[in-house]
C-alpha cells in the first residue's frame, strides 16, 4: 500500500491512464499481505489512511477492469466497516455496475438502488 499512499501523497491523479494501470498492476502482490480486522476502531496496526488506500486501490482494480483485486478490495473494507455501511453499499454499487453483464443486469442494480432509497430517501 505505501505506493498508493505515496501517489496520493504526491498529488498524482489515479485518474491518469497510465498511473491508474501501473497501481493496479501491483494490486495482487498489495492484497496477498495477511489480514485481519478488529471489531475496536484501528486497533492493532491499522490506521484511517489505510481504508483511503483500499478505497483508492478498489476504483483503479474497478478502472483498469481487475474486477477480482476490485472485489478483494472490497471485501476488506466490507469486513472492517460492514455490509450496511453507506460508503460501503456505494462501492458494492460501483463494483456492479462495473461488472454487469449486460442492460437487464444493469436494471435490476438500479431496481436495488430504488430500494435502498425507498427506505433511505437520503441515502445518496
Known amino acids: 500500500m505505501a505506493t498508493i ?10 485518474s491518469n491512464p497510465a498511473a491508474a494501470l501501473q497501481l493496479s498492476q501491483q494490486a495482487s502482490a498489495l492484497l496477498k499481505k495477511p489480514f485481519s480486522s478488529s471489531i475496536l476502531p484501528f486497533a492493532t496496526s491499522e490506521n484511517p489512511e489505510q481504508w483511503i488506500e483500499y478505497e483508492q486501490l478498489f476504483l483503479v482494480c474497478l478502472r483498469t477492469g481487475d474486477d ?13 466497516f460492514g455490509p450496511a455501511n453507506e460508503r460501503i ?8 455496475e462495473a461488472t454487469a453483464k449486460d442492460a437487464s443486469a444493469l436494471e435490476a442494480i438500479l431496481k436495488e438502488y430504488q430500494k ?3 427506505g433511505n430517501a437520503v441515502n445518496v
Open 5 to 14: 499512499k505515496a501517489e496520493i501523497e504526491r498529488g498524482l491523479q489515479l
Open 68 to 80: 477480482k483485486a476490485a472485489h478483494l478490495c472490497l471485501d476488506r473494507l466490507t469486513e472492517r
Open 89 to 96: 453499499m456505494g462501492l458494492r454499487g460501483l463494483y456492479q
Open 116 to 118: 435502498i432509497l425507498s
